[in-house]
């Protein structure tokens, strides 16, 4: 069995990548919309720790991934109190139905 | 006893099919819980990658806290009961040529790029190093995000809660 290299961890991180864009482009439900952020998010924590792991060294891409969570989850709250209010004003979440700012 | 490589593909299994399961999913609920299991396989990663105490936050937070709050607002929105669409999707042709565009790209990248390998020793635990930095050398970040959580918190309660009508 090969050795565990800095490579896998990438390439896990970037189809984890994919998938988040995918969610983000794809998806018409605000809510799924926000999961795909989370994807993202997530591989670019996953990258930030592997490089401390394998290049870097230290302990400051981990504290990096560390704020990364906190931000995540500071974002997650805006992110769905905005949803809920999107949805006691148009009684739906999809995304292109959400078009007041532009008429 | 498996190796660590082998604990490393189930982990990764877990973790890109539950993503592929966030963005595939026709339903809502279903995507959520691809959410848990990909969040969960990224979090043994962490444990892998000599990062206890980011994986030990990873299921704190984001299990804990954002998923719980995502599920909360599946609830609240949709009707669980239909599980016909609540997660229909739009364009499906033009994003899987981005997802393929990206996925290949990066993963060239990643395994093409000559990255600068150091020798560094295997990991011990963090958490020591971790408490010691955030309360010396990155002190004023963490005070700037617990700032930032208050007026997060704050900014959650106002938008979310239900317009006062004057009388």
């Given at each position: 069995?090969?050795?565990?290299?800095?490579?896998?961890?990438?390439?896990?991180?970037?189809?984890l990548f994919g998938f988040g864009l995918l969610a983000v482009v794809t998806r018409r439900n605000a809510?799924a919309v926000l999961m795909g952020v989370e994807l993202i998010?997530?591989?670019?924590?996953?990258?930030?720790?592997?490089?401390?792991?394998?290049?870097?060294?230290?302990?400051?891409?981990?504290?990096?991934?560390?704020?990364?969570?906190?931000?995540?989850?500071?974002?997650?709250?805006?992110?769905?109190?905005?949803?809920?209010?999107?949805?006691?004003?148009?009684?739906?979440?999809?995304t292109a139905?959400?078009?007041?700012?532009?008429? | 006893?498996?190796?660590?490589?082998?604990?490393?593909?189930?982990?990764?299994?877990?973790?890109?099919?539950?993503a592929a399961?966030v963005a595939l999913?026709?339903?809502?609920?279903?995507s959520?819980?691809?959410?848990?299991?990909?969040?969960?396989?990224?979090?043994?990663?962490?444990?892998?990658?000599?990062?206890?105490?980011?994986?030990?936050?990873?299921?704190?937070?984001?299990?804990?806290?954002?998923?719980?709050?995502?599920?909360?607002?599946?609830?609240?929105?949709?009707?669980?009961?239909?599980?016909?669409?609540?997660n229909s999707s739009m364009g499906s042709v033009g994003g899987f040529a981005l997802f393929w565009v990206v996925a290949?790209?990066?993963?060239?990248?990643?395994?093409?790029?000559?990255?600068?390998?150091?020798?560094?020793?295997?990991?011990?635990?963090?958490?020591?190093?971790?408490?010691?930095?955030?309360?010396?050398?990155?002190?004023?970040?963490?005070?700037?995000?617990?700032?930032?959580?208050?007026?997060?918190?704050?900014?959650?309660?106002?938008?979310?809660?239900?317009?006062?009508?004057?009388?």
């Amino acid at each position: 069995m090969p050795h565990l290299a800095l490579g896998h961890f990438l390439v896990v991180a970037a189809l984890l990548f994919g998938f988040g864009l995918l969610a983000v482009v794809t998806r018409r439900n605000a809510v799924a919309v926000l999961m795909g952020v989370e994807l993202i998010l997530n591989a670019a924590n996953l990258n930030l720790v592997a490089f401390g792991r394998y290049v870097a060294g230290g302990i400051a891409g981990q504290v990096f991934s560390l704020f990364v969570i906190v931000l995540a989850a500071a974002e997650a709250a805006v992110g769905l109190a905005i949803i809920l209010a999107i949805y006691q004003m148009l009684r739906s979440i999809d995304t292109a139905r959400a078009t007041t700012l532009k008429e | 006893m498996p190796s660590s490589f082998a604990i490393f593909v189930l982990l990764a299994l877990a973790t890109l099919l539950g993503a592929a399961g966030v963005a595939l999913s026709r339903n809502i609920f279903w995507s959520a819980m691809g959410l848990l299991a990909c969040l969960l396989g990224v979090s043994g990663l962490y444990v892998l990658l000599a990062a206890d105490f980011i994986a030990v936050t990873q299921v704190l937070i984001y299990i804990g806290g954002v998923l719980v709050l995502i599920i909360f607002a599946i609830m609240l929105t949709s009707q669980i009961r239909d599980i016909s669409v609540s997660n229909s999707s739009m364009g499906s042709v033009g994003g899987f040529a981005l997802f393929w565009v990206v996925a290949t790209l990066l993963c060239f990248v990643a395994l093409w790029a000559p990255w600068p390998i150091a020798s560094l020793p295997p990991g011990q635990g963090s958490t020591a190093a971790i408490g010691d930095g955030l309360l010396g050398r990155w002190l004023l970040p963490f005070e700037i995000v617990s700032v930032l959580l208050v007026a997060t918190m704050i900014g959650a309660i106002v938008i979310a809660r239900k317009e006062a009508k004057p009388d």
